[in-house]
């Protein structure tokens, strides 16, 4: 799939260095794809019990083969990118590659409370880590090349896997709210009529991906669960992203989106949540309207929204080298220079410890901030600024309900889909809360 999509978008750009490897790649493994998938779902069959195939083994060697042939043709830095993907691909599949040493640590156990991952999960976690931090750091802060090979490639493989894990019960509606594009997920029977369609609740949500990639396209089977388990209709936002559009601009169309359904009078209530850098804006835009309304009570003032939900937010920009970002590095999947180089991107000249950009720094909470549902990873790598933000709030009087989740990683129920069926998982805990948090309003 992954080589299939670089066909369809890159096979005519010639100013991004990788085409031509994903064309090579993409020749191998149709000429081997029947051998190649046979094997590696006999593969997932008996994954604790034996090695993979000489088969399989022998297809990721070609392939790597081919990668490194492309890219020896390219830049030097294009070179080194192919052969580190390689060995890692090489060492992975053929089962000599040694496992995070936070598995083999006694000393980090402790952070698992009993929770055991799934093979399954594991592995997909492993491999999602790896290649984000093989990604060229220059490609970040290239438009063109965010916008024609980054984007792109990460939205068709997401979106992919989000329309064919789409639960039934749910309908998706594309719209325009305040000159803003987004999508909503609506309740299979609930009917979307401007302007005379009023409902209870609605939920608007700033979807994350660094603030650079990922669409509303990418969080439909996260954002369906969640309409699923409440039955309010939601909109996710597809705002403007850098390079294009740094700050402010992705943290004004939230606020335009939130302005327009108030305007609209969809609902008796509207919350605002988001995950990751999402969790950013949303945070940012709430504190704005909060502390509006106390320096000007008035009627014209925007009023807050209902509750804030946060997962796993990207809270201080600044932070990339804490506690956390150290202990969980070869846990999570987010790397530190990665991280670094889009904050940087985001903020655009602005100070990354400015409160503007960077709302988990804030040293004051307005009296009329609204209560807020804050979810996170045990063991992911803003931890430490997560719950640096959680002692700020409720030392200064925010009615906030925090929940940890011991030994997963970043914005983990997003990830359902890789850890397989489990009713009693972490998964439909965090939709029961979610669901009973929007719920409060009415008691």
């Known amino acids: 799939l992954c080589w299939d999509n670089c066909l369809h978008y890159f096979e005519n750009d010639l100013e991004v260095e990788v085409v031509q490897m994903a064309l090579n790649m993409s020749s191998v493994a149709k000429r081997l794809e029947q051998a190649f998938w046979a094997d590696l779902a006999a593969f997932e069959e008996s994954v604790e019990n034996r090695p993979l195939t000489t088969k399989v083994a022998l297809a990721a060697t070609r392939m790597g083969d081919a990668a490194k042939k492309a890219a020896n043709k390219s830049q030097r830095k294009t070179v080194v990118f192919a052969n580190d993907m390689v060995k890692f691909a090489a060492e992975w599949w053929q089962g000599q590659r040694k496992e995070s040493p936070f598995w083999r640590d006694e000393e980090f156990k402790e952070h698992l409370v009993g929770l055991v991952w799934p093979s399954r999960f594991k592995r997909a976690i492993a491999v999602v880590r790896e290649t984000v931090r093989r990604v060229p750091l220059s490609l970040l802060g290239s ?29 998706v509606l594309r719209d325009t709210i305040a000159d803003v594009k987004g999508e909503w997920i609506l309740p299979e029977n609930y009917e979307l009529q401007r302007p005379s369609s009023h409902t209870e609740s609605v939920l608007v949500w700033a979807h994350g991906g660094g603030f650079v990639l990922c669409s509303p396209a ?35 169309d939230i606020l335009r989106v939130y302005e327009g359904i108030l305007e609209l009078g969809y609902a008796d209530a509207v919350f605002l949540g988001g995950d990751s850098a999402g969790g950013n804006l949303v945070l940012s835009v709430t504190k704005e309207l909060a502390e509006g309304m106390d320096e000007s009570p008035c009627e014209l003032s925007l009023p807050p929204p209902e509750g804030l939900i946060l997962l796993s937010p990207w809270v201080d920009l600044s932070d990339t080298d804490g506690e956390s970002w150290q202990k969980y590095a070869d846990v999570d999947y987010i790397p530190s220079r990665h991280a670094e180089v889009i904050a940087g991107i985001y ?6 410890r400015d409160s503007r950009v960077s709302p988990g720094r804030c040293r004051s909470w307005p009296p009329c901030f609204p209560r807020t549902l804050l979810d996170y990873g045990g063991c992911e790598v803003f931890r430490t600024q997560i719950e640096r933000l959680a002692d700020s709030m409720m030392h200064h009087g925010v009615e906030l309900d925090a929940t940890v989740e011991d030994g997963m990683v970043h914005c983990y129920p997003q990830l359902e889909y890789l850890w397989g069926p489990d009713p009693d998982g972490p998964f439909d805990a965090y939709f029961k809360r979610v669901s009973t948090f929007m719920a409060m309003k009415y008691f």
Request: hydrophobic share 40%; net charge positive.
């Open 218 to 252: 990418t969080h439909r089977f996260f954002l369906a669960r969640i309409v699923m388990h409440t039955g309010v209709p939601t909109f996710c936002v597809d705002f403007r992203k850098p390079p294009r559009h740094p700050f402010p601009v992705p943290r004004d």
């Open 143 to 171: 438009e063109q090349a965010v916008q024609t090979f980054l984007k792109p490639l990460a939205e068709s493989i997401l979106r992919t896997v989000s329309s064919l894990s789409m639960p039934s019960g749910v309908r």
């Open 347 to 352: 903020a655009k000249g602005v100070p990354l």
